[in-house]
T-cell receptor, first 113, second 112 residues
Framework: ETGVTQSPTHLIKTRGQQVTLRCSSQ?????VSWYQQALGQGPQFIFQYYREEENGRGNFPPRFSGLQFPNYSSELNVNALELDDSALYLC????????????FGQGTRLTVV | GQSLEQPSEVTAVEGAIVQINCTYQTSGFYGLSWYQQHDGGAPTFLSYNALDGLEETGRFSSFLSRSDSYGYLLLQELQMKDSASYFCAVRPYGGATNKLIFGTGTLLAVQP
């Protein structure tokens, strides 16, 4: 186990709704990244938070937003859900710096119907 | 843009050796990592190459050649539990410090 926990594990939402996914990072890690993984593909970088500020974003629209809290836990919010948002959403915690290892949570499986 | 290409599937038998290749097109990166993912679960870190050459971690070894834009993961003494998806990933220069760009992924099936 990595010490990174995500909730909920599964979620079904209707197109147009909003969703909030949560992530508790590993103790001592100050950086949280979020990834979207469609079935059969590699994870795609959504954005990253360091010290409660977004410090990098992938090719995702503004309806994908996030927060990082003082305890380094994080939320991913997606507004106006679309069918293509159906995917596994992964949270990864790491320590900012040269250490390359990222610790991933089990993910949240989001289905949009 | 940046892209990392991997074979989609590889099949091998228990006890054998298998190599999973990763070819990439990227402007610059800190190093090449490998992650294992079982059946849609959490990707777990396997290996990292910051410099060209071979890195060995138990049954797993990883290789990087920046001049050839190529790397591979070598799995020895294959076990059934090694059946999983394997992803190469790079940390690109610029932008978010700990951002990872993942490859297309290789599904490894280990047969008895």
């Amino acid at each position: 186990e990595t010490g990174v926990t995500q909730s909920p594990t599964h979620l079904i939402k209707t197109r147009g709704q909003q969703v909030t996914l949560r992530c508790s990072s590993q103790s001592g890690h100050n950086t949280v990244s979020w990834y979207q993984q469609a079935l059969g593909q590699g994870p795609q970088f959504i954005f990253q938070y360091y010290r409660e500020e977004e410090n990098g974003r992938g090719n995702f629209p503004p309806r994908f937003s996030g927060l990082q809290f003082p305890n380094y836990s994080s939320e991913l919010n997606v507004n106006a859900l679309e069918l293509d948002d159906s995917a596994l959403y992964l949270c990864a915690s790491s320590q900012r710096g040269p250490n390359p290892e990222a610790f991933f949570g089990q993910g949240t499986r989001l289905t949009v119907v | 843009g940046q892209s990392l290409e991997q074979p989609s599937e590889v099949t091998a038998v228990e006890g054998a050796i298998v190599q999973i290749n990763c070819t990439y097109q990227t402007s610059g990166f800190y190093g090449l990592s490998w992650y294992q993912q079982h059946d849609g679960g959490a990707p777990t870190f396997l290996s990292y190459n910051a410099l060209d050459g071979l890195e060995e971690t138990g049954r797993f070894s990883s290789f990087l050649s920046r001049s050839d834009s190529y790397g591979y993961l070598l799995l020895q003494e294959l076990q059934m539990k090694d059946s999983a998806s394997y992803f190469c990933a790079v940390r690109p220069y610029g932008g978010a410090t700990n951002k990872l760009i993942f490859g297309t992924g290789t599904l490894l099936a280990v047969q008895p």
